[in-house]
Each structure stands twice: as structure tokens, then as C-alpha cells.
């Protein structure tokens, strides 16, 4: 049984800094894409950003290039999502997603495994 379990969510100012974290189990981790979405009230879930097994491939988003960062450590089954200048546009439940492919990573529909998500809320 695989499970995601993320961490890190919270308040942050308008400007401020915030990092998540996932913690896998049930897999090889390193074998797997691993990934973060974000789903805003009445909004579709996005995806934000993505890394390869190994760490050496990321994608982003456009709207978080520059200003977020994916990595995993791949010794902690861990998957980690470094945020700043967070913006009030930011503002979601942040979800951790696997999958065993490597087509279509930026496609929700692609991953196989969610955590319960992470809410992160940016006030001015």
C-alpha cells in the first residue's frame, strides 16, 4: 500500500517562504516520478512542479519558474517543494502525487498515488 503523507503547510505572509514535504512508503521511491499539485477553491487541481526519479529532471509550471523549487532525497523517501516570493495567487491545498510514468507528467490524470494534501494560505 503506498502512502503520501505531506507536511509543511501553513500562514505566510504576502512575499514569504514555505517548504513542503512528502514522505513516501509502499514503493521504490526512486524508481517513481514524484510530484506536487495544488487545487484553489472552485478551481481545477494544477499541476505545479515534477522530478524524475533520480532528480535529475524537473518540470515546472510557468507560474512557479524562479520561484519554486521540486527535489527529493531519495535516502528519506522524501519529495520536498521550496516556495518563495509566495504570492496570494498561491493560495491551495497542495497535494503529493506518484506515478510510474514518465509520459505526460504534468497531467494529473498520469499519477496513481495522492496524499490528503497540505493547505498553504498566503494573507497580505
Known amino acids: 500500500q503506498v502512502q503520501l503523507v505531506e507536511s509543511g503547510g501553513g500562514l505566510v505572509q504576502d512575499g514569504g517562504s514555505l517548504r513542503l514535504s512528502c514522505a513516501a512508503s509502499?514503493?521504490?521511491?526512486?524508481?517513481?516520478?514524484m510530484a506536487w499539485f495544488r487545487q484553489a477553491p472552485g478551481k481545477e487541481r494544477e499541476f505545479v512542479a515534477a522530478?524524475?526519479?533520480?532528480?535529475?529532471?524537473?518540470y515546472y509550471a510557468d507560474s512557479v519558474k524562479g520561484r519554486f523549487t521540486i527535489s527529493r532525497d531519495n535516502a528519506k523517501n522524501t519529495v520536498y517543494l521550496q516556495m518563495i516570493s509566495l504570492g496570494l495567487e498561491d493560495t491551495a491545498v497542495y497535494y503529493c502525487a506518484t506515478t510510474n510514468t514518465r509520459v505526460g507528467v504534468t497531467n494529473r490524470y498520469a499519477y496513481d498515488y495522492w496524499g490528503q494534501g497540505t493547505q498553504v494560505t498566503v494573507s497580505s
Open positions: 509502499g514503493r521504490t521511491f526512486s524508481s517513481y516520478v
Open positions: 522530478v524524475t526519479g533520480t532528480g535529475g529532471t524537473t
